[in-house]
Every structure is written in C-alpha cells, then in structure tokens.
C-alpha cells in the first residue's frame, strides 16, 4: 500500500513538475521575443554627402554630422538602438518601402513633391532655403540673372535637382546637370563645367564655403519654396514615430538640440 501510494505521489510530482516547465518555457520565450523587440535596431538610411547634415571623412566610413548626433540624442532619450546606412538620396524612401531600412534621416524635405504620400514624416527640425552657389569671379547676382546659354547642377531627388529639371525643360537654361553627389556639384564648379550650384544655404555655407570661399560666394536672395527636413519612417508606423517625435521635442527641451547646432553651424 505504502509502495503504491508512494509510486503515485511521484507520478503526480513529475507531472506537477512537467506542467510548471511548459509554462516556464512559454513565459521564457515571450519574454525573450518581447526583450529582442525592445532592443531591436533600427536601420537609419542616409545620404553621406550633405554636410553638415551627414558625412563621412577621407578614408572613414563612419557618418559624422548633425543628424547622427541629433538621431543619437533622440535614441538615448527613447531608449532606441540605431545603424546607419549609406545609400544614394533616391533611394532612401524606396528603402523604407521595400522594408531595408525603418528611418530616413537625411536632411530631407518633407514638403518637396509627393514625399509624403510615400512616407510618414515626423515634426520638423530644420528649416532651410535655396542658394545660388557660384565662383568667386562670377557676374550673376542670382538665379533670376542665369540666362539660357548657362548650365546649372544640383543633386539627384532634392529640390534644387528637380529645379534644375525644371529650369532645363523651360529653356531657362542649356542644361541642367543633376549629379549623384553633392562634391560632384561643387567639382563641376570648380572646373567651370557649369556656371552655378543650387544648394541648401547651410549645405553650401558650412560644407563648401566655410573651406573655399576664396574661389566661391552665394549670389542674390533665396529662392524656390521653403523647405522643412523632418525624418521619416514607413507608412503606418506610428507607434516609432511618436517616439522619434518625442524625443525630438525633449532634447529640444533640455537644451541638447541647441548645443548640436551650436556644434555643426557657425
């Protein structure tokens, strides 16, 4: 009797011991999955040509610049993990669609074309207006002067490149040459194959300028529409864009957003 009763007071423990392991082993893994959710790294696509914004240095992959900074501050603050990737600016948004990157940052416009139709971009956190870079000898005083023997360059799927298109196809100018990077434009300049660089202001100024204002100068006012950059995440996605929103107003908040402008603006 006792042989019996001991045999199945055993029988109920493993079983009483097998129940608890299964409901450990499904707890374990939704608590794994959760934590690998919450700790998933984020691919933030990029251009690295558009100085101050992001750039990279001779013979350095890294990404430099006042976007991976104000991105960092943004992550710290929501506890996000970031990877930077460099591609070219028009294929930053068919990366958000085709699921190969989550974020764009990229000094990008939110207000330029059908961007927004594409993507779902966060509050803006620069503003900006296009200029007319020039050399340094040059007799334009600004866009309205550059005349139809003249070519003009700018960079592939910004707003200045789509002026430039648009200059070129109403015979405001001979050509318009839209080059995949903005160093490009700058050496076309330099090596007087085009007589004028449509450029962000701050672009031109802090990225060009600032190192070769001796054989370059802006002309005139601004023109074109105003531009707003805002980052941007895929449609639908507004669970991390509130976040990316939040963090952005609380490092504007706590004073961090100045000191990166302080840092990357003169």
């Known amino acids: 009797m006792k042989k019996k009763s001991l045999v ?16 450990g082993g499904g707890s374990s893994e939704e608590s794994s ?10 691919k933030v ?18 990404i430099i610049g006042f976007d991976p900074d104000m991105m960092a501050a943004i992550a710290e603050d929501q506890g996000l ?11 930053l948004i068919p990366a958000l669609q085709s699921d190969q990157g989550d974020i764009i940052c990229a000094g990008m416009n939110k207000l330029a074309g059908d961007r927004a ?12 207006d296009l200029m007319l870079l020039v050399t340094s000898d040059s007799e334009l005083t600004g ?31 001979a050509d318009g040459v839209v080059l995949n990077q903005w160093t490009d434009c700058y050496l076309q300049l330099q090596n007087g194959e085009v007589q004028g660089v449509i450029v962000d202001k701050p672009v031109g100024e802090e990225a060009y300028l600032n190192n070769h204002g001796d054989i370059a100068k802006f002309v005139g006012d601004s023109f074109g529409e105003h531009e707003e950059f805002a980052f941007a995440v895929q449609k639908g996605n507004t669970e991390l864009l509130e976040k990316l929103n939040t963090g952005l107003a609380n490092i504007k908040a706590n004073g961090k957003y100045d000191e990166l402008v302080a840092k990357w603006f003169s």
């Open 81 to 91: 993990e970031l990877e930077w990737v460099n591609m070219e600016f028009d294929s």
């Open 8 to 23: 199945l007071l055993l029988a109920f423990a493993m079983i009483f011991t097998f129940a608890l392991s299964a409901c």
């Open 143 to 173: 866009i309205d002067a550059v005349t139809s023997d003249m070519k003009l360059a700018s960079q592939i799927g910004t707003t200045g490149g789509d002026m430039v298109q648009q200059m070129k196809d109403e015979g405001k100018i």
């Open 33 to 42: 999955e959760a934590a690998e959710e919450e700790t998933a790294v984020l």
């Open 45 to 62: 696509v990029t251009e690295a040509t558009f100085a101050p914004f992001e750039s990279t240095e001779d013979g350095d992959d890294t």
């Open 117 to 128: 139709e594409k993507v779902d971009f966060g509050d803006t956190y620069f503003e900006s």
